[in-house]
T-cell receptor, first 113, second 115 residues
C-alpha cells in the first residue's frame, strides 16, 4: 500500500500567497528528499533532510523534517508563477534488506497570476 | 555535465510486441535506477543497479520486464509481450554512492504507448 502520502494532491493559489504542503510516512524514514517536476519535464532534486527536526531553506522554500522522522513539510512564501509544477516527497524505506526510494503521489501546484 | 539521457523519447507499439529502452547515466554515477510513472502518480520504483550488479527488483515487476547494465555504464530495460497496462513514462535516474543516500538525477524518460 501507499507508504508515503502527500496532502493536498492539488493546490491552486493566487500569486503572492503563502502555502504549505505535507508529506507523511507510515514508517520512520532515514531521510527524506523533495523533487519538483515541471509540466512535461522530469523530477528534479530540490533538497534532502536527514536529521530529526531539521529545517532547510532555499530562497522562498522552507523544508522541515519531523521530530519522529515520519513526516515533512514544504512551505512556499510569496508564490510565483515559476513555482508551478508537481512537488514530490520521497523517502528511503527498507525493503528486504535494502533501501529503495518511495515517492508520494505528488502535490500539483497551479498559480493564478 | 551531460545529464542522464534516455532513448527513445517516445515509443508507440502494438500490444504483444517487445520493446527495449536505453539509459545513459551521468558518467561518474555508479548507481542506476528505473522507474515507471503514470498520470497523477509519483515515480514507481522498478529496479536498480550498482555498477553492473542488479541489487533490487520490485515485486510488482512481472517477469516480462528485464533490465541489464552489462558494463556498469548504460542500461537497457526490455518489456516483452507488451500489454495495455504497460503504457507509462519510463524514467531512468542515476546517482553516486556515498555516505547516506544521494540525490537522484533523472532523465527525460521514454513515453510508451501501447495501441
Amino acid at each position: 500500500g501507499q507508504q508515503v502520502m502527500q496532502i493536498p494532491q492539488y493546490q491552486h493559489v493566487q500569486e503572492g500567497e503563502d502555502f504549505t504542503t505535507y508529506c507523511n510516512s507510515s514508517t520512520t524514514l532515514s531521510n527524506i528528499q523533495w523533487y519538483k517536476q515541471r509540466p512535461g519535464g522530469h523530477p528534479v532534486f530540490l533538497i534532502q533532510l536527514v536529521k530529526s527536526g531539521e529545517v532547510k531553506k532555499q530562497k522562498r522554500l522552507t523544508f522541515q523534517f519531523g521530530e519522529a522522522k515520519k513526516n515533512s513539510s514544504l512551505h512556499i512564501t510569496a508564490t510565483q508563477t515559476t513555482d508551478v509544477g508537481t512537488y514530490f516527497c520521497a523517502g528511503y524505506i527498507s525493503v528486504g534488506g535494502s533501501e529503495k526510494l518511495v515517492f508520494g503521489k505528488g502535490m500539483k501546484l497551479t498559480v493564478n497570476p | 555535465d551531460t545529464g542522464v539521457s534516455q532513448d527513445p523519447r517516445h515509443k508507440i507499439t502494438k500490444r504483444g510486441q517487445n520493446v527495449t529502452f536505453r539509459c545513459d547515466p551521468i558518467s561518474e554515477h555508479n548507481r542506476l535506477y528505473w522507474y515507471r510513472q503514470t498520470l497523477g502518480q509519483g515515480p514507481e520504483f522498478l529496479t536498480y543497479f550498482q555498477n553492473e550488479a542488479q541489487l533490487e527488483k520490485s515485486r510488482l515487476l512481472s517477469d516480462r520486464f528485464s533490465a541489464e547494465r552489462p558494463k556498469g555504464s548504460f542500461s537497457t530495460l526490455e518489456i516483452q509481450r507488451t500489454e495495455q497496462g504497460d503504457s507509462a513514462m519510463y524514467l531512468c535516474a542515476s546517482s553516486l554512492t556515498g555516505e547516506g543516500n544521494q540525490p537522484q538525477h533523472f532523465g527525460d524518460g521514454t513515453r510508451l504507448s501501447i495501441l
